[in-house]
């Protein structure tokens, strides 16, 4: 009787050895990535017009495959020339110094027409510091974005993180640059 068990324990084991064991036993490894896709490369086209991003992805992008193009964040922001002042946002309005909503709009659907997706930079988490009228027209303080936000809707700490980086409370919660 101990044989049939044994000749049991033995076809088991090797039938559980015949599904671990790949094909091709003794060769190189059998697994292959998957190919990348036709579209994975991805174009940032920092601080361009909405119109000239139009351009490219028909001119340029599109055809030489691309499949992606990033743009910076076209929501209302503060005044000025510099390229931080995309990062000020004062609303949610498309209407910023690099096109309005019309000229966001024709290029995302350009971009899509030559084959090419469009990926918004996107600010997060805050708002502008100071006071004055957005590149939209909108009029806003610290603290106040009329239609947005007010006071009570802003963190509680309203002090500096200064340098002090080694807090973590401090540093999420508080205004780093007025912010």
């Known amino acids: ?47 361009w017009k909405f119109a000239s991003i139009a351009k490219a992805c028909t001119d340029t992008l599109g055809p030489a495959g691309y499949g992606y193009v990033q743009v910076s964040p076209p929501q209302e922001h503060i005044q000025g ?54 590149t939209g027209g909108s009029a806003y303080t610290k603290y106040d974005y009329p239609g947005l936000y007010s006071g009570a809707d802003m963190d509680d700490c309203r002090t500096q993180i200064g340098n002090n980086y080694n807090d973590r409370g401090n540093v999420q919660n508080c205004e780093l640059v007025g912010l």
């Open 1 to 47: 009787m101990a044989r049939r068990p044994l000749s049991v324990a033995l076809a088991l084991v090797a039938g559980a050895a015949a599904l671990v064991i790949p094909t091709g036993f003794g060769a190189a490894g059998t697994a292959q990535a998957a190919a990348p896709g036709d579209k994975d490369v991805t174009a940032v086209m920092f601080e």
């Open 81 to 134: 020339g510099q390229w931080w002042t995309s990062y000020q946002p004062v609303s949610y309005r498309i209407a910023g110094r690099l096109g309005d909503r019309a000229a966001f709009s024709a290029m995302v659907n350009t971009c899509h027409s030559a084959g090419v997706k469009v990926i918004a930079d996107s600010v997060i988490n805050h708002m502008s510091a100071g006071s004055g009228t957005g």
